[in-house]
């Protein structure tokens, strides 16, 4: 890559914030008009539920901006039939799919019958896996990406049936793990922007540049997020957003070839949805062995442990970031060895 598409990928950021930051008050006043938020159920310390009412869909916030400046910097690509551009159709294909069923379980959980729920699990997770499974075969069969790399070894290729399913659990995974993360105001949007720096340095070094040109692009919408959903949040993520940026992410790090290192580079969202799965493991075994079952944290996901351990949101949202941020640093520095 040249120098000149590192500064386009930047500064491709910098207008997709501009343009986010400008469309991020109009849509707040519309989804109030509106009561999108009114009714959304909030997890979490008693202390939350002064957040009732804050609007949520913020991956409307993000999806729009992006979409128009990731059109407008490939058209020439796409129209000259470059086949580096249109790869980036899968990950911008998954960004918008998952939008929608976040969306939609968003406003179910406002309007339908089963307010403050949405979808149920199952049915979430069977889109999920669909549109995961076809991002899949559409890596494998159509991008013609089935690598791995392992740090200090040359890559090497995977047969489809063992990187078919791998892929799919790597998109859907890091949907649901994003989604767990989203509890505190900033706490995601933090993460996964570092998540997509890391990412989009990794791209650089292999020269993907449409790859960066996406994650920069990505990220400027991002921050431009997070200027409305910093605490006190006027806009949450809602599984809008939360669905579908961890799901890109999955995505992305898979075009990359570097997802064996997603769980260092993502180690936040990581250890959230771990800390789910071990706190429902661990209350049913003691009630199973005792009669009574018992709670490994004060409350999960994790970042809600520290809060009640006494951690103000902001302190964990920050200490959370400094992790994220050093967990990100040792990923690039892997992916380089």
């Given amino acids: 890559m040249e120098p000149r598409d590192v500064a386009f990928a930047l500064a491709a950021g910098g207008v997709t914030f501009l343009l986010t930051v400008i469309w991020g008050e109009p849509l707040i006043t519309l989804l109030k008009r509106f009561g999108i938020g009114k009714k959304i159920r909030v997890d979490g310390p008693q202390a939350h539920l002064s957040k009732v009412g804050t609007p949520t869909m913020g991956g409307l916030l993000i999806i729009l901006p ?5 059109a407008f910097i490939n058209a020439v690509s796409l129209i000259n039939g470059n ?61 013609g990406i089935n690598q791995v790399a392992l740090p200090g070894t040359p890559f090497w290729e ?93 995505v992305v790090a898979l075009m990359t070839g570097q997802w064996v290192l997603l769980p260092i580079i993502a180690i936040v969202p990581v250890s959230v949805t771990l800390s789910v799965i071990l706190q429902v493991a661990y209350f049913k075994l003691t009630r199973r062995l005792t009669g009574k079952g018992k709670r490994l944290f004060k409350m999960a996901p994790l970042h809600h442990h520290f809060e009640l351990v006494g951690w103000s949101e902001t302190q964990v949202v920050q200490r959370f970031w400094l992790v994220a941020l050093l967990a990100a640093m040792v990923g690039v520095a892997l992916a380089l060895l």
Avoid at 109 to 118: L, Q, T
Avoid at 183 to 189: E, N, R
Avoid at 210 to 225: E, K, N, P, Q
Wanted: proline share 2%; aromatic share 14%.
């Fill in 66 to 70: 992006e979409l128009a400046v990731t």
């Fill in 83 to 143: 086949f580096t551009g249109r790869s980036i159709l899968l990950p911008l294909s998954v960004l918008v799919l998952f939008t929608a069923l976040g969306a939609l379980d968003d406003w179910l959980g406002i309007k339908g019958v089963r307010r403050g729920e949405g979808l149920r699990g199952r049915q979430i997770f069977l889109w999920q896996s669909a549109i995961a499974l076809a991002a899949a075969f559409g890596l494998y069969y159509v991008l």
């Fill in 158 to 250: 995977l047969d489809a049936w063992v990187y078919i399913p791998i892929a799919t659990f790597v998109i859907v995974g890091m949907s649901n793990a994003v989604n767990l993360t989203d509890g505190l105001d900033g706490l995601a949007g933090l993460i996964v922007a570092t998540a997509f720096v890391a990412y989009g340095v990794i791209a650089y070094l292999q020269g993907q540049v449409f790859l960066v040109r996406f994650c920069f692009t990505l990220i400027g919408a991002l921050f431009a997020f997070l200027w409305y959903n910093a605490h006190p949040a006027q806009l949450f993520m809602g599984g809008s957003a939360s669905y579908s940026l961890g799901a890109t992410l999955g």
